[in-house]
C-alpha cells in the first residue's frame, strides 16, 4: 500500500517548524506517560534530523538539557540546551563522548534509532531489537534510579524478549502506538518507567557495546 508521505502530520510539521512528523509522535509518548518536564537531562539516541531535540529543548526549558546522537550530522540548534554528537551508539568512542557531554546521569534516554530498512520484516525487525538493546544498555551507564526510557521497535518474535529485558530493570512497561505512526508503519515504542539499576544481566549477543571495557558512570568523567 502507498502512503501519502505529505500527510496531515507531515504539513503541521512544516508549518510548525519542526524538522519531521516524528515530533508529535514524542509529544504524545511524552504527554501520556509524563516523561518530559522543565529542568530534566535527557539522552536522545539516534536524533537526527531532530525534531525530537526541538520537542525536548522546548520541554526541559532553560534548565534542562538535551544531549542528541546520531550516525547522520544534523543542522545546528541556535538552542542553547541543545548539544549534539555525531557518532555510532555501538561504538565505545561515541559512548565516551556521551559520558563526557553528559556531567552527571540523565533523567529519561529516549531512542527513536531505526536500520537502514531492507525491506525483510525478520531482517528489520531484528535490526532494530539489536539497536533497542544497544540504547537499554546505555541506559544502564547513564540513567539515573528512577529514570525513564522510551525505545522504538519493528515487532517481531524478539519483541517479547526485549520487554523481559526491560522488565528487570524497569516497572512498569507499556506498548505505545502514537497517533502520528505512518498507518503503513508497524513501528511501536516500549514505555519502560522507574529504572532501577544493576539487575540486567547482558550476555555475549544481548547487543554488547562494541570494544567493551568502559568504566561504569561517572569514573570517566566526574563533574567539574
Ligand atoms: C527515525 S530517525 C530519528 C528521527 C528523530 N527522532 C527525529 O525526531 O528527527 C532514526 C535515526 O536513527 C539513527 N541511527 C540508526 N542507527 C544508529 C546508531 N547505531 N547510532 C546512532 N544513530 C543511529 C539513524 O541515523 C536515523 O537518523
Redesign the pocket.
Known amino acids: 500500500m502507498a502512503y501519502n508521505r505529505k500527510d496531515r502530520f507531515f504539513k503541521k510539521a512544516k508549518e510548525e517548524g ?3 512528523r ?2 508529535y ?2 509529544q504524545e509518548i511524552s504527554k501520556t506517560f509524563k516523561i518530559l518536564k522543565p529542568g530534566l537531562l535527557v539522552l ?12 525536548i529543548s522546548k520541554e526541559v526549558g532553560q534548565h534542562g538539557k538535551v544531549i542528541g ?4 550530522p ?1 543542522s545546528h540548534f541556535s538552542q542553547k540546551n541543545i548539544i549534539f554528537i555525531e ?5 565505545e568512542i ?1 559512548v565516551q563522548r556521551i559520558l563526557h557531554a553528559l556531567g552527571r546521569k540523565v533523567d529519561v534516554v ?7 530498512l531492507s525491506g525483510i520484516k525478520f531482517q528489520d525487525h531484528y535490526n532494530s531489537y539489536e ?1 533497542a538493546l ?1 540504547a537499554l544498555q546505555l541506559c544502564h551507564l547513564v540513567l539515573k534510579e528512577g529514570g525513564n526510557f522510551v525505545t ?1 521497535i519493528f515487532p517481531g518474535e524478539d519483541l517479547e524478549t526485549l520487554k523481559q529485558k526491560l522488565k528487570e530493570s524497569f516497572a512498569p512497561i507499556k506498548e505505545f502506538i502514537p497517533g502520528a505512526t505512518r498507518k503503513t508503519s508497524t513501528e511501536l515504542y516500549l514505555v519502560a518507567k522507574g529504572f532501577k539499576n544493576g539487575r540486567q544481566k547482558m550476555g555475549k549477543g544481548d547487543g554488547g557495546l562494541r570494544g567493551g571495557g568502559l568504566s561504569p558512570f561517572p569514573v570517566l568523567h566526574p563533574r567539574a
Open positions: 519542526f524538522r519531521s516524528a515530533a509522535k514524542l536522545d539516541v539516534g536524533c537526527a534530523p531532530g525534531s525530537w531535540l526541538q520537542v546522537v546520531d550516525l547522520e544534523i557518532g555510532d551508539i555501538r561504538e561515541t529516549v531512542s527513536d534509532m531505526a536500520p537502514h539497536l544497544q522504538k
